[in-house]
């Protein structure tokens, strides 16, 4: 098993810029593909972004893409969201997911292990 930790949400205006982190507690993502999902108040929780399990294939909702960026650190023990261009509709609670899975899914149910979730809030 692997407990996940997010963190770096927070408070920004729209256009500005915040990096969520994912850290694996006590292990690597070496044995997981993850993923990003966001919650927004009265919607249901939906895919960000996500990497496979050896960090070279990623995928974006249209949403996000060509604003956002899904990494991982060199020791392959935190997964990083760049979030650029932000906008309000960005407004939500973020997840991040680990799959024990070579390739990644765009479905949350696919996943088995989740992060408690970071707040992010993109407001004038």
């Known amino acids: 098993q692997v407990q996940l930790v997010d963190s770096g949400g927070g408070f920004v205006q729209p256009g500005g810029s915040l990096r969520l982190s994912c850290a694996a507690s006590g292990r690597t993502f070496d044995n997981y593909a993850v993923g990003w999902f966001r919650q927004a108040p009265g919607k249901e929780r939906e895919f960000v972004a996500a990497v496979s399990r050896s960090g070279r294939l990623t995928n974006y909702a249209d949403s996000v893409k060509g604003r956002f960026t899904i990494s991982e650190a060199g020791a392959k023990n935190t997964v990083y969201l760049q979030m650029n261009s932000l906008k309000p509709e960005d407004t939500a609670d973020y997840y991040c997911?680990?799959?024990?899975?070579?390739?990644?899914?765009?479905?949350?149910?696919?996943?088995?292990?989740w992060g408690q979730g970071t707040q992010v809030t993109v407001s004038s």
């Open positions: 997911a680990a799959r024990s899975a070579i390739y990644y899914s765009t479905h949350q149910h696919d996943y088995d292990y």
